[in-house]
Nanobody
Framework: QVQLVESGGGLVQAGDSLRLSCTNS??????MGWFRRNPGKEYVFVAA????????SYAAAVKGRFTISRDNAKNTIYLQMNSLKPEDTAVYYC?????????????????WGQGTQVTVSS
């Protein structure tokens, strides 16, 4: 059973950094992704990583500032967020890809976590 739990969100100032974690109780042999969403808006793709950690994909808005990684021994996916901007404010979710690639469409993901709030003040 996959039950993802995100953590690490908080209130920071513009330019600060945060590291989000997404943990499952057991091993996940799938690619994984991070999305974000604001109230009343759609889920927006942020980043994805393959099972080995060798391949990653990023949204243009975060490329160069965010880094996705995973530690399979700890069943955890990370999102290191640097140089945060007010427009990065959102609830961040991790999810499991249902296909063996790095999709950007939320319809190819399942087992969504409950999310963690990130708020960046200017």
């Amino acid at each position: 059973q996959v039950q993802l739990v995100e953590s690490g969100g908080g209130l920071v100032q513009a330019g600060d950094s945060l590291r989000l974690s997404c943990t499952n109780s057991g091993r996940i042999y799938n690619p994984m992704g991070w999305f974000r969403r604001n109230p009343g808006k759609e889920y927006v793709f942020v980043a994805a990583i393959d099972w080995s950690g060798s391949f990653t994909s990023y949204a243009a808005a975060v490329k160069g500032r965010f880094t996705i990684s995973r530690d399979n021994a700890k069943n955890t996916i990370y999102l290191q967020m640097n140089s945060l901007k007010p427009e990065d404010t959102a609830v961040y979710y991790c999810a499991r890809s249902t296909i063996n690639s790095l999709p950007t469409d939320k319809y190819f993901y399942d087992s969504w976590g409950q999310g963690t709030q990130v708020t960046v003040s200017s």
